[in-house]
């Protein structure tokens, strides 16, 4: 039983979506396209950008399945919804409800993922960090006005 199971593992690894990060043009970044306080940017570097940019970190497990699988489908899914690293392709009223969402998902708690805080505890946002993360969602809201 034990060698089919190993068996069936060696097997799996062959199926491996790709952990990719596609460039981009960096005119398009958040950081060119918005005004970011330094604080602000490291707190979503360290928190969002691996599932909400294409500057993801793919740890050593995002390359073994069925692990792989997880991950790669979060972060398409993550990317899909919010991308920072194509900032400059959302129009004006959708960069305000993606920045609007962005306050109300950290301050409910639902961002960043609860699956994504235990490998990655750096990313747990304080108190401090939320606040500061919606004070700058809602300076930008007022200045896309």
């Known amino acids: 039983m034990l060698l089919i199971g190993v068996g069936l593992f060696a097997v799996v690894q062959v199926v491996r979506p790709a952990t990719t990060n596609p460039v981009g043009a960096q005119s398009l970044a958040l950081e060119s396209q918005m005004q970011v306080a330094p604080k602000v940017a490291a707190i979503l570097d360290r ?3 691996d599932c909400h940019s294409n500057k993801t970190r793919w740890p050593w497990y995002a390359h073994v399945a069925p692990v792989s699988w997880f991950l790669i489908d ?3 899914h993550g990317r ?18 993606l920045l609007r969402q962005t306050c109300l998902e950290v301050k409910g ?7 994504y805080t235990p490998m990655h505890p750096d990313s747990k ?7 500061a993360i919606c004070q700058w969602t ?3 809201i007022a200045r896309l006005r």
Request: hydrophobic share 25%.
């Open 47 to 49: 928190s969002c950008a």
């Open 74 to 76: 979060h972060v398409n």
């Open 80 to 97: 899909s919804h919010l991308n920072f690293s194509e900032w400059g392709a959302y129009d004006k009223r959708e960069q305000r409800d």
């Open 109 to 115: 708690g639902t961002m960043p993922l609860s699956s």
């Open 125 to 131: 946002l304080s108190g401090e960090d939320v606040a």
């Open 138 to 140: 809602n300076q930008e």
